[in-house]
């Protein structure tokens, strides 16, 4: 399978811990994206890397969350001290760099904080 | 701050009925896509359109994209069973450098057999 792969798929969680959520992107594209999507809403943006380089954070993401791209391969987004509030799907994209390429998205990590 | 409006926000309909689900904004995108998600899954492009004025047509359904780029339309003829889901227009900034998609939001459709 060559599509966006995401691991966990389900995670449930203590309040106050911490979770780590992996991506892996369409091996040559060079965009990757994370969204959180809550329960009948769409999509959020949370933010954007271009190979390696975190060039775009939305301010949705609070510094309890932090995401990395090491080697612009697989990303990894972490939330810290999690709270209720965090319970939502975490989707992953990727597309190639280019005006108007299409993104193609992951399964989604569905978060649950008890 | 762009948006996307999209309408109806849930339509349940007979299996062989037609419908059409409209997605407006009152900003211009350079593009715009179009995506299915089922529950717990991701969202799944089922179409792009770039050019205002653009028709696509995918079997049953037919997309259009507004001649000012500010709003599409999804048109499903014949519905079945199977399009059940969340349907998802999302439009990309025009001239954007991240090129990230700005999501609506949102029409849950259910076909009834």
Not at chain 2, 19 to 31: A, D, G, I, R
Not at chain 2, 32 to 57: A, D, F, H, I, S
Request: glycine share 10%; hydrophobic share 30%.
């Amino acid at each position: 399978d060559t599509g966006v792969s995401q691991d966990p798929r389900h995670k449930i969680t203590k309040r106050g811990q911490n979770v780590t959520f992996r991506c892996d992107p369409i091996s040559e594209h060079n965009r990757l994206y994370w969204y959180r999507q809550t329960l009948g809403q769409g999509p959020e943006f949370l933010t954007y890397f271009q190979n390696e380089a975190q060039l775009e954070k939305s301010r949705l993401l609070s510094d309890r969350f932090s995401a990395e791209r090491p080697k612009g391969s697989f990303s990894t987004l972490e939330i810290q001290r999690t709270e209720q509030g965090d319970s939502a799907m975490y989707l992953c994209a990727s597309s190639r760099f280019g005006q108007n390429t299409e993104a193609f998205f992951g399964q989604g990590t569905r978060l649950t904080v008890v | 701050t762009q948006l996307l409006e999209q309408s109806p926000q849930f339509l349940s309909i007979q299996e062989g009925e037609n419908l059409t689900v409209y997605c407006n904004s009152s900003s211009v995108f350079s593009s715009l896509q179009w995506y299915r998600q089922e529950p717990g899954e991701g969202p799944v492009l089922l179409v792009t359109v770039v050019t205002g004025g653009e028709v696509k047509k995918l079997k049953r359904l037919t997309f259009q994209f507004g001649d000012a780029r500010k709003d599409s339309s999804l048109h499903i003829t014949a519905a079945q069973p199977g399009d059940t889901g969340l349907y998802l227009c999302a439009g990309s900034s025009y001239g954007g450098a991240t090129n990230k998609l700005i999501f609506g939001t949102g029409t849950l459709l259910a076909v009834q057999p």
